[in-house]
């Protein structure tokens, strides 16, 4: 697994860097809905980080409190209150989820670009695992390292969007237009960000199961176990999945630019 991720990362990682030498901010082409006219703009999709933002912070914060208490739980009536909470912490992230995919449409209806949506779509994939994980009162290490992950993307977003429209607002440059559309150096952070996240996200994996007899559904001591290894192995899938989207991206960047 680490090997299969690894090395198209590099690949992909060398293709970014190429395109990063262009010497100014280029607006991308649009695609899809062409005869609109309407673009989403980086005050825009700031706006939506910002609220997805403050939203999973406080499941974030949960769900420490919860990991806290279950540690010290010491009969079944107290964990299996602690498991309600978890539940109900996960339906707090199925919100979440549904505000971050009224923001991917959003950008899908725009046909904004390439790496925006893509890394909408991730942090919705990294969501919706959260939330499976808190169902199952799974809100150990490896959850709370998914729900940083979502934190950090999510701030890194916001700067991004606030560099671009600084950008635009600098001395002897015109004043920031509501119909200004995101830039490909922007985008091409957005890959960058995406690339260390599965990066970071498979070392996390190795060194929580460096032995694959332990990921086996089948080798699970219980149901709670089972589920637990299944839930893993999806996401371990959708890691594989996100390498090949990444590299596609980037040939999209590429080619975006050359025309």
């Not at 990294?126 to 993307?153: F, P, Y």
């Amino acid at each position: 697994m680490t090997h299969r991720v690894w090395i198209p990362l590099v690949i992909a990682t060398f293709g970014v860097v190429l395109v990063a030498r262009a010497d100014s901010p280029t607006p991308i082409k649009q695609r899809g809905s062409a005869g609109s006219g309407s673009r989403i703009t980086a005050e825009e999709v700031r706006n939506c980080c910002k609220k997805l933002l403050e939203m999973q912070e406080a499941v974030c914060r949960e769900t420490r409190s919860l990991e806290s208490d279950l540690k010290e739980a010491e009969d079944d009536k107290t964990r299996a209150a602690i498991a309600q909470q978890s539940t109900d912490q996960s339906v707090t992230q199925n919100k979440i989820v549904g505000e971050c995919t009224r923001a991917l449409e959003m950008l899908e209806e725009e046909g904004l670009t390439f790496a925006f949506p893509e890394s909408f779509r991730q942090l919705r994939r990294d969501m919706m695992n959260v939330e499976a994980r808190l169902k199952s009162t799974d809100v150990g290490a490896l959850t709370q390292s998914i729900e940083q992950d979502i934190i950090d993307e999510l701030k890194q977003m916001i700067l991004d969007s606030m560099k671009y429209s600084e950008h635009y607002s600098g001395p002897g440059r015109p004043p920031d237009s509501p119909q200004r559309p995101l830039d490909l150096r922007t985008e091409l952070k957005r890959v960058r960000s995406m690339q260390i996240i599965v990066s970071n996200r498979t070392k996390m994996y190795h060194e929580a199961y460096p032995d694959e007899e332990q990921l086996k559904p089948e080798n699970a001591k219980d149901p709670k176990a089972k589920a637990k290894l299944e839930q893993f192995q999806k996401e371990l899938q959708e890691l594989s999945n996100q390498e090949a989207t990444i590299q596609r991206i980037v040939r999209d960047i590429i080619q975006s630019k050359n025309k």
